[in-house]
């Protein structure tokens, strides 16, 4: 099964990069020279900043992350966490989705502090909120904006409804004591499975009760959702200045939806399909969109060969207890 479903991944990865090099004409003479040649014009300012921008987003989150840890009385420098962080970006080059790398955060977390269950809670509520953020900044700008493209509006506001039920069910014990009660007593295995969750629930949950911590996690979501325009923006600008900061508050939303579907081998031509497709509702060239998506690809690949870096390092300081010295 596992076997067919890398087959299957690997063949939609090839039907997507196929989709792009159609979509952009670099299947001919004409449309692979209009690609070099916006490859050839990238402005070296932008380019750097858009590099700089990149490491600004990894802190952020670090941050957000260290916050949370910090209202469990969980002590974690923001240093280490960034290497945390860095090395689950080396391991969501292999993972079918650009939350992957969680795992391997978990367990480094888990592994140096003790509090596996601790480390999973703060992991899904940084994440949890962020999307939370993303969804309601989301919901903000389509209430804003003034020419709303039918495809993105319906699935930004579907993404919207998706957020508001896990909301209702991390925050209301009620949901996942209903949906154990009546799954629990099929089998010992299943209980057990139960028992485990509801402690992580219970992790989650009590986050609830931190409402100043909530509230600064929430703001630096904030902080990290306009960063993710930015970035977008920004190398976007290494190749066409003329990219309006406004689309690019509706098209990110809509990106990261899709690069976050598990389609293929390490997300490998969906995020190039999701940049050609928003960028060319918005009027934008395909040409333009590709450039851009192999920046930001660029920008992944830099990310993990640090975190493959770091993770070295700890394997040669210390082979059996790696994971607990970062």
Known sequence: MKKLLFVLKLLVSFGLIAYVIHKTGLDTREGWDRFKDTLLHVNGFYFALSLIISVLLNITSSWRWQILLRSKQIAVS??????????????????????????????????????????????????????VVLAGVSGIVLLIYPNPIPLITKSLLFVIALVLILLWLVLDKRAFNFVSGHLSPIHSSIAKIFAKLEMVHKAVYDYKNDKKTLLFVVSISSLFYLLAVINVWISAKAFDTNISFE????????????????????????????????????????????????????????????????????????????????
């Open 247 to 326: 689309h690019m508050l509706l098209a990110v939303p809509a990106i990261m939806l899709i690069m976050n579907l598990p389609l293929s081998i390490g997300g490998l031509g969906v995020m190039e399909a999701a940049y050609t497709t928003i960028f060319v509702l918005f009027g934008y060239s395909p040409e333009l969109a590709l450039a851009t998506a192999l920046l930001m690809r660029f920008k992944t690949i830099v990310n993990a060969i640090v975190g493959g870096i770091v993770h070295l390092s700890r394997l040669r300081a210390d082979p059996e207890t790696s994971a607990d010295k970062p």
């Open 78 to 131: 923001l240093w280490r966490l960034l290497g945390f962080y860095y090395i689950g970006r080396f391991f969501n080059m292999f993972m079918p989705t650009s939350m992957g790398g969680d795992v391997a955060r978990v367990w480094d977390l888990g592994r140096y502090t003790g509090e596996n269950y601790e480390a999973f809670a703060s992991v899904f509520m940084e994440r949890f909120i962020g999307m």
